[in-house]
């Protein structure tokens, strides 16, 4: 499955959009750490808690990237259409979050790991769940 997967962002149909899929996914993920950094250390918020804000906050943006440069050709331009996506996106990331809320708990509570090493595996293990159900559904013509 890795080896498909890394042979797909080399060549084959899917491999432009699936490097920019990667590419907003890293940037997400990215501002997703700073995020859940700042409301655990700065704020004092619980890592799990943040996380979970950290998560909504980056599914919007991530949504507008996606839609606007990963899968352009298949863009939500209508503003009702474009409502729909974002609720799909949410609900197909929605559904991801318990998976990548258990990594990372069980990274921290049982592996010992930072929260946020612990947070940068569960974004990487939610990855590919989340492409595959964005490019099949959310924005599927």
Not at 40 to 57: F, K, Q, S, T, W
Not at 76 to 100: C, F, M, S
């Amino acid at each position: 499955m890795i080896r498909s997967f890394i042979r797909n962002l080399v060549g084959g149909p899917f491999a432009p959009q699936m490097r920019r899929f990667v590419i907003v996914g890293i940037v997400a993920a990215g501002i997703q750490m700073v995020l859940l950094w700042a409301f655990v250390d700065v704020a004092g918020v619980n890592y799990l808690l943040g996380a979970v804000i950290a998560i909504e906050i980056t599914i919007v943006l991530t949504y507008v990237a996606n839609n606007a440069w990963t899968f352009r050709a298949r863009r939500n331009d209508w503003v009702v259409e474009y409502l729909i996506g974002l609720v799909k996106t949410n609900l197909v990331r929605g559904t991801a979050i318990p998976i990548q809320l258990a990594v990372l708990y069980a990274f921290v509570e049982w592996g010992g790991l930072s929260y946020l090493l612990a947070n940068a595996i569960a974004i990487g293990v939610s990855g590919l769940y989340r492409y595959v159900l964005d490019a099949r559904w959310t924005w599927r013509r």
